[in-house]
């Protein structure tokens, strides 16, 4: 079986046809641009996925069901995204306009929850009972494993750190709270920050690469590895924050493994390193072993590779069910 599934950032979205066992036939990355409607978007969706089913020679009756990860609130039993603040979605049907073209089974949950099950089932937690998958991008996501199980909690809510307070009355997010993990956690969040540095610290590397483009994590991160001590201070301040967070994640489900993804994932060890420590130090049984926390393995595959995954086993369990009644 194949499987069209797209992974929906604030930034870009994430698109492939994916087998039953996680083998990408074909992806393409392009722009959310969250300034558009909702329809809009999901039109652009439909129509880069015809491109796609063309690219790889294959029609759309070859595709057996679409998975989608969202960023934020996602509803699989009414189609619906409730609510997705990086993104200003509110309420939208979104199974239901994908069914005007697709009438196939239309699987969704959140984003970070889905990366979840990639990390689980093929990827850095594979074997773990227990296991946390953090996603650090445009917003800050988590999925749990729990007993072998993903856990999306009683309403499909659940996972969701990064709207969890790690500052009271800190900066607003666009949740509408104030002091979330993901406003000081989040790749943005780093990205503010560092921009705002270089706007003072105008000498610095970071003024210098903020001259020609906006910066990226990449450039904050290769300004701290060469030992620009703006970029550093960023950075430190960054993996405090970082820490604060897992810490509490750690001693509230005391998992096996943490699996660290995103585009800041590929920071490596000189991400690792200073939120690998910290956490293990600060928790409250530390005579436990040590947590380990690690890059992710499917990197920024882990949502199209998770939502196919999400669909094997969802039309597995329907057809299981389906036989019971019979």
């Known amino acids: 079986m194949y499987f069209l599934c797209y992974d929906v950032g604030g930034i870009d979205i994430k698109m492939g046809i994916v087998s039953e066992n996680g083998e990408i036939i074909g992806k393409k990355i392009f722009p959310t641009d969250a300034t558009r409607t909702p329809i ?29 990860g969202l960023p934020g609130l996602a509803d699989n039993n009414s189609g619906t995204a409730i609510f997705c603040p990086n993104i200003f979605w509110h309420d939208v049907p979104i199974r ?14 959140n984003d970070a929850t889905i990366a979840a ?22 917003g800050l996501g988590g999925g749990f494993v729990i ?45 503010k920050s560092a921009t705002n540095a270089a706007t003072i610290h105008t ?3 970071l003024a210098a690469c903020m001259k020609d483009a906006p910066l990226t994590g990449k450039d904050i991160i290769d300004c701290a590895k060469a030992g620009d001590a703006t970029a550093l201070d960023v950075f430190r301040l ?34 690792l390193s200073q939120i690998s420590i910290e956490p293990n130090k600060r928790r409250v049984f530390n005579m436990l072993p040590p947590v380990k926390i690690v890059r992710a393995m499917h990197s920024n595959d882990a949502g199209i590779i998770g939502a196919a995954m999400l669909c094997a086993q969802k039309l597995h369990d329907n057809s299981n069910k389906l036989s019971q009644c019979n």
């Open 40 to 68: 809009e978007i999901i039109s652009d969706m439909l129509h880069r996925a015809r491109l796609l089913i063309n690219e790889v020679n294959m029609q759309k009756s070859d595709i057996s069901a679409i998975g989608i």
């Open 96 to 109: 239901d306009y994908i069914k005007m073209e697709y009438d196939m089974p239309i699987f969704m949950l």
């Open 117 to 138: 099950i990639a990390e689980h089932k093929t990827g850095a937690c594979k074997g773990a009972r227990n296991s946390i998958t953090i996603t650090l991008g445009t």
């Open 147 to 191: 007993d072998d199980k993903v856990y999306e909690g009683s309403f499909g809510g659940g996972g969701e750190i990064g709207h969890m307070t790690i500052v009271p009355n800190g900066k607003p997010c666009n949740c509408g709270n104030k002091g979330c993990f993901e406003v000081y956690g989040s790749v943005s969040a780093l990205i």
């Open 203 to 205: 000498d610095s590397m």
């Open 238 to 271: 960054y993996t405090y924050y970082l820490s604060v967070g897992i810490t509490s994640l750690i001693n509230i489900f005391d998992p096996d493994i943490i699996a660290i993804g995103g585009g800041l994932a590929n920071a490596g060890d000189f991400l």
